[in-house]
């Protein structure tokens, strides 16, 4: 199976969603095109075990998306990321030797 490259940049996404002044929220196509990176960005992240770096990606986009379809990606892996710390915080493993 070919190795799948990735580079992911938060500064890049920064970029976007502090400025006030930034294309994001002037121009839909900019828009379309930055939450579809987004979208590839929650897949990568979380199907290469960077969650730590999602968890920070997810906070940032969350107060700064725009769209129904990136809203929803959002929620979706929030809940995802959510749910395996409760699901870990609930199973106890005693190992005796």
Same mark, same amino acid.
């Given at each position: ?28 196509? +900019? ?59 609930? +199973? ?6």
């Amino acid at each position: 199976m070919p190795i799948t490259k990735f580079d992911y940049s938060y500064d890049y996404f920064v970029t976007y969603f502090q400025n006030e002044e930034s294309d994001y929220l002037k121009y839909d196509n +900019i828009k379309n095109t930055i939450n579809s990176q987004l979208i590839a960005a929650f897949h990568q992240l979380y199907f290469s075990n960077h969650k730590e770096a999602l968890q920070k990606l997810i906070q940032l986009s969350l107060r700064k998306t725009t769209g129904r379809i990136i809203n929803s990606y959002l929620h979706f892996f929030d809940g995802l990321l959510t749910a395996e710390v409760e699901l870990k915080n609930r +199973i106890i493993v005693n190992i005796q030797d």
